[in-house]
């Protein structure tokens, strides 16, 4: 045994049979008591990892008013909106889908007190943003412990798995104190027991439509087309899941799709039809999340907003049903107050798509554009990425944010032509240049700004002042709105859209809705483009609600956090999938990102984080080989 008396050791000990959905998504609160010798349980019969982490003394730097710590061994640095920016070590583990996490356990050394010469400097998500007096006001400590860690289940590039992310901060802060204390060495035990044989390993479907019985005729050839290219498909009618467990009929869908997980091995879900026509009424309707951000992080408090996560996230950390309901009021994915109403694993368990087809025309457009875009070889028009952005923030050092985000993504996707069209102080941003890019053809298109359920727009730099596109160069008549679409001739040539703006993706909008606004538009921006006969995307992802970028480089790692949290993190990890990781199906592209995002950000006991993956929409088929002929 090591002789460790000369140190006092804090434990936290959490011995569970199976992790609750409960634990996963909490910070354990742990009693600290002065502990001598190792860890000495013995688990006969089970597996255990052993991982012991040191740290090197933190380093201080003063910038104006605040000051940054830094610790050499830790791999992320956290940045949430007005909330002290800290390092931290991430390591996540992956294990066999109904994997037991039997026991974890910690111990660290005793805590190093840290004078401090100035407060910690906070993470900005926006203009609006200050410190977070309910942290920098109260005695306690931030984060309230040294080790925290969640567990999720979903898909891990096309495999079922059980995730555990283990977050170590060396550094604490106490802010009314102006001290900060640190530990040197933590150790960490973990216990686990894998399933006796695989679970969930049949394959007879590899892809699940559901969609109304108006749509059946249409999707038939959809069905026979996958089926001619090696992949297994499943049509089910809505009508048919009546007899599914379920309150109502988005969680009797959500039943047949964890039914088709288990008979079927289904690892893709397309969902075909939104609301009918410019009605109330649905298709396949979507689910509602009431994760209500705090005042003063966005522009206005949001109250609920569309989610097909909900959809994708089948199991919670045991295996069991996600509800996203789990204290049964019927409203859903509640958080509000800076705390969790409702468990919800977020992690997905199929690779979702969408098709929000409002009539059988918008369905069979879609479906011919699915077939000859892989049916069709490509031309040298794929190896091109439109890249359409501006300056998004008024921030004090005056970065033009979205250039540099754009900068990045044609690093990222370094064997694609890039296609730049930026609102600069020398260049008007004009509608056509973007309709003129985007009729040449592109294998991709990335949009990178602000944005309404039926346009987008940009700033103007220095100051983030008037907005682009316009019509003309004096610029009365501004923003990419859902009509120009409808000048969009590049037929087949059609690329993967990202879009990072507000509302982008909502796609409960009808033109009564915009109306009452003061605005126009019958459909949101991101299916409109879909949907568009004769050009287009062939798929869009965009946020269904308040988008959020941020801003300021608040770790002074000289990377502005635009892209390193939220919306700009998100969308590069999916180009950096495709590019540098080779992977080349849509959905598992843009379900990876998702839980990537998870596994790097949600211990952060952030809501935003949980919004951002919630409204995070892919419209398109998630079983789409991007730029491969099948």
């Known amino acids: ?72 061994e830790t791999n992320l640095y956290l940045i949430s909106d007005g909330r002290p920016v800290l390092p931290v070590n991430i390591t996540t583990y992956e294990f066999p ?13 005793k805590p190093k007190s840290l004078s401090l010469s100035k407060k910690l400097s906070f993470g900005s998500c926006s203009t609006l943003t200050g410190e977070d007096s309910k942290i920098y006001n109260e005695s306690n400590s931030f984060p309230s412990t040294f080790i925290t860690y969640h567990t999720g289940c979903g898909l891990s590039y096309g495999e079922h798995k ?111 039809g939104g609301i009918k026509g410019q009605s109330s009424k649905w298709y396949i ?41 789990t204290n049964g009021n019927s409203i859903f ?44 070889s490509k031309d040298n028009w794929f190896k091109r990425i439109i890249l359409v952005s501006g300056d998004h923030w008024n921030d004090p050092d005056h970065i033009t944010e979205g250039v540099l985000i754009m900068e990045e993504a ?14 600069t102080e020398e260049n008007k941003m004009l509608v056509r240049d973007i309709n003129k890019a985007i009729n040449k053809g592109a294998g991709f298109a990335y949009f990178c700004g602000h944005g309404g359920a039926s346009s987008w727009g940009i700033h103007y730099p220095p100051d983030a002042n008037g907005w682009a596109p316009s019509l003309g160069r004096l610029g009365l008549i501004t923003f990419y709105n859902i009509f120009y679409m409808n000048f969009l001739r590049n037929k087949y040539r059609l690329p993967v859209v990202l ?71 998100i969308e590069l990890r999916f180009l950096s999938l495709y590019s540098r990781e080779n992977s080349r199906i849509l959905g598992l592209n843009h379900g990876q990102a998702i839980i990537d995002y998870l596994n790097r950000f949600i211990g952060n006991n952030d809501e935003m984080d949980i919004k951002m993956v919630q409204q995070w929409i892919l419209f398109g088929d998630p079983s789409l080989r991007i730029g491969q002929k099948l």
């Open 333 to 376: 994915a509640e958080w509000r107050d800076g705390r969790w109403i409702d468990e919800m694993d977020l992690y997905p368990d199929v690779y979702l798509g969408r098709l929000a087809c409002r009539n059988k025309f918008e369905v069979k457009t879609v479906v011919d554009k699915i077939i000859k875009y892989e049916s069709e």
């Open 97 to 109: 889908f109904g994997t037991k996490i039997v026991n974890l356990s910690f111990e660290y050394s």
């Open 499 to 569: 879009v990072g703006g507000c509302y982008n993706g909502k796609f409960d909008v009808t033109l009564l809705e915009n109306l009452k606004r003061g605005r126009l538009g019958s459909r949101c921006w991101a299916w409109k483009l879909v949907a568009h006969r004769g050009g287009g995307s062939i798929a869009t992802i965009a946020n269904s609600a308040l988008g959020t970028h941020a801003m300021g480089d608040a770790d002074h790692n000289s990377v502005n956090d635009y892209l390193e949290v939220l919306d700009g993190w």
């Open 410 to 423: 044609s690093k990222i996707m370094s064997g694609f032509e890039s296609v730049k069209i930026y609102a």
């Open 285 to 325: 309707p979507t689910r509602y999340s009431h994760v209500v951000i705090r005042k003063g992080v966005q522009e206005i408090v949001e109250e609920s907003f569309p989610s097909d996560l909900y959809y994708a996230d089948i199991y919670d950390s045991n295996g069991n049903f996600s509800s996203w309901d």
């Open 1 to 72: 045994m090591r002789n460790i008396n000369k140190i006092i050791l804090a434990v936290a000990t959490v011995s569970i049979i199976l992790l609750s959905s409960y634990a996963a998504m909490f910070f354990f609160k742990v009693e600290e008591e002065e502990y001598e010798g190792e860890m000495e349980e013995e688990y006969e019969g089970y597996s255990v990892i052993v991982e012991e982490y040191n740290f090197s003394e933190p380093v201080m730097k003063e910038y104006g008013d605040y000051l940054n710590i830094y610790v050499d």
């Open 162 to 272: 059980t995730f555990l992310s283990l977050r170590i901060y060396p550094v604490i802060y106490k802010p009314l104190d102006n001290k900060a204390e640190f530990i040197q060495h933590a150790k960490i035990k973990i216990v686990y027991k894998e399933p006796d044989a695989p679970l969930l390993e049949k394959h007879v479907y590899d892809l699940l439509i559901i969609a109304p019985r108006e749509f059946k005729k249409p999707l038939e050839s959809l069905v026979e087309h996958k089926e001619s290219q090696g992949v297994k498909t499943k049509l089910l009618i809505t009508d048919e899941m009546k007899s599914f467990e379920g309150r109502d009929e988005a969680e009797k869908i959500k039943y047949c799709i964890k039914h088709a997980v288990e008979t079927w091995g289904v690892r893709y879900v397309l969902l075909v």
